[in-house]
């Protein structure tokens, strides 16, 4: 998966008119953003245990090999895809529907005999595609970041094999420009003289900084992907058991001078619910073809949507009697 590098901003709402619609976006915001402050921290614990474990799985001699060779062992791609088809199930998965129940408790407040189903078609079908998803692209990053490094140091003649294996091994879980910025940062240390076990020791403190900024990258994606979906499917669902009647989106951001100039287009934009916003993605998927109905429109976006009623809601007990 292509998530790039994104620092952890501390955002600074900005106010808004006082009308009704941008209060409620307002709180929408501040709701996810709580909540993702909250839930990162331990999904990237889990991402951070998974990379230093696959790379403790790598010997030293397959390392030496593929820098002979000038590429890997292509049975890292199976290893690794198994390695996140466990993580999804095991973590990734109670995170998205954690994060999918939590995007209505909002609905369940205003409705308390309404309950959001996390088995409904519409959910599994888009925690099957995203985990699939998921797996391949996260898989792929990190293959293209150990081949481009792998590849480098075959072409490395000032430095021994032994050298380079033990400089690339902690860079195992790492996207290609992390991975790339590692080993151009371990060759400078070596050519100004420092000794080969403190460029090591040093190049393993930078890699720690990387997975770490890898991992909120992530779970910051992935949590904003679960709980905007989950208020999408949250919404759906009190309108097929009448709870709530016709309803149009509308995109939220903090609307100041943090926020992109992707998300800033799409500020206040109303649209369907079933409608697609008009943005580019680095993130869409031919297995996610439905990603344009909510946020994210980028690696770690923190935007929101609204959903507003424009037409009374059906009576749910005269649904149930019908």
Known sequence: MSYLFAPRIKYQQKVKKA??????????????????DKKEPELVYWLVNTWHTQNRAITYKELREAILAGDINWDLLQEWQQDYTAFVAAHLYPAWVDAMEAATEQIKKKYPDWRFDPYA???????????????????????????????????????????????????????HPQAVANMKYFERLIEKGVNEQKAHDLSIRYAARQHRYRGYNIARTELAFAYNQGSYEGTKQAQAKGYMGDVVKIWCTADDERVCPICGALEGKTIGIDD????????????????????????????AVM???????????????T
Request: hydrophobic letters at 40%.
């Open 121 to 175: 078609d519409g959910v599994r079908s888009w925690t099957e595609n995203r985990s699939a998803s998921f797996v391949t692209e996260v898989t792929n990053t990190q293959i293209e970041g150990l081949r481009a490094v792998v590849w480098r140091a075959a072409n490395l003649e000032n430095m021994s094999v032994d050298t380079l294996s033990r400089a690339i091994r902690p860079m195992v879980g790492l996207t």
């Open 307 to 321: 959903y507003k009623e424009i037409t009374p809601p059906i009576n749910p007990a005269s649904m149930e009697t």
């Open 19 to 36: 009308n009704p619609d941008a209060i409620l976006g307002s709180r929408m915001l501040r709701l996810l953003r709580s909540y993702l």
């Open 276 to 303: 697609e916003f008009n943005f580019n993605t680095r993130i869409a998927t031919p297995a996610n073809p439905t990603i344009k109905l909510v946020p994210p429109a980028h690696p770690s976006c923190r935007c």
